[in-house]
T-cell receptor, first 111, second 114 residues
Framework: DVKVTQSSRYLVKRTGEKVFLECVQD?????MFWYRQDPGLGLRLIYF???????EKGDIPEGYSVSREKKERFSLILESASTNQTSMYLC??????????FGPGTRLTVL | GEDVEQSLFLSVREGDSSVINCTYTDSSSTYLYWYKQEPGAGLQLLTY?????DMKQDQRLTVLLNKKDKHLSLRIADTQTGDSAIYFCAETEILTGGGNKLTFGTGTQLKVEL
């Protein structure tokens, strides 16, 4: 069973804190993605990565950065969390044309 | 960027058919997808259709694709309470540097009433 796991299901942070969201997949997938999900806006792509140490900006990269030091791990970093980054964050991975595997999500609240 | 639109809510009675509609903008999309998200869970790939197909059927699910109008629909026959979820359509956007990424719609909340 392919698994995409995310380090936390729920996270509460304060404005200005540095936040790390971790995503790990166990199927040797080259491509990994970070989305945020907000009601009425669907999923929006923040960053994605085709391979180790490679990263590409998605549609809403502002305020975020990413790290892909190992193939199985893709980290999303909020350098200085703000209240408008309160959201559900979803990680996904794929190797072929189909984006099939999503993590369970991390619900982040920034106070 | 590309745009994918869906209505936000749909309510049906148990046993009826549900039809969830989606419009997209990228005519070069190779695959179009339907995902299901149950409360508190991540996204589950429900079905997909290749862009050279008009229809795909998979048990209770029927996907119809009208490429001319850039319209995609998902029909769920004999809708059950377990089908209550948010349904997302998504299109593939081909990137100028190669590779592709998905653009998702806003999601349709399907509520199944007894």
């Amino acid at each position: 069973d392919v698994k995409v796991t995310q380090s936390s299901r729920y996270l509460v942070k304060r404005t200005g804190e540095k936040v790390f969201l971790e995503c790990v997949q166990d199927m040797d997938h080259e491509n990994m993605f970070w989305y945020r999900q907000d009601p009425g806006l669907g999923l929006r792509l923040i960053y994605f990565s085709y391979d180790v140490k490679m990263k590409e900006k998605g549609d809403i990269p502002e305020g975020y950065s990413v790290s892909r030091e190992k193939k199985e791990r893709f980290s999303l970093i909020l350098e200085s969390a703000s209240t408008n980054q309160t959201s559900m964050y979803l990680c996904a991975s794929k190797s072929g044309p189909l984006l099939e595997f999503f993590g369970p999500g991390t619900r982040l609240t920034v106070l | 960027g590309e745009d994918v639109e869906q209505s936000l809510f749909l309510s049906v009675r148990e046993g009826d058919s549900s039809v969830i509609n989606c419009t997209y903008t990228d005519s070069s999309s190779t695959y179009l997808y339907w995902y299901k998200q149950e409360p508190g869970a991540g996204l589950q790939l429900l079905t997909y259709i290749f862009s050279n197909m008009d229809m795909k059927q998979d048990q209770r699910l029927t996907v119809l694709l009208n490429k001319k109008d850039k319209h995609l629909s998902l029909r769920i026959a004999d809708t059950q309470t377990g089908d209550s979820a948010i349904y997302f359509c998504a299109e593939t956007e081909i990137l100028t540097g190669g590779g592709n990424k998905l653009t998702f719609g806003t999601g349709t909340q399907l509520k199944v009433e007894l």
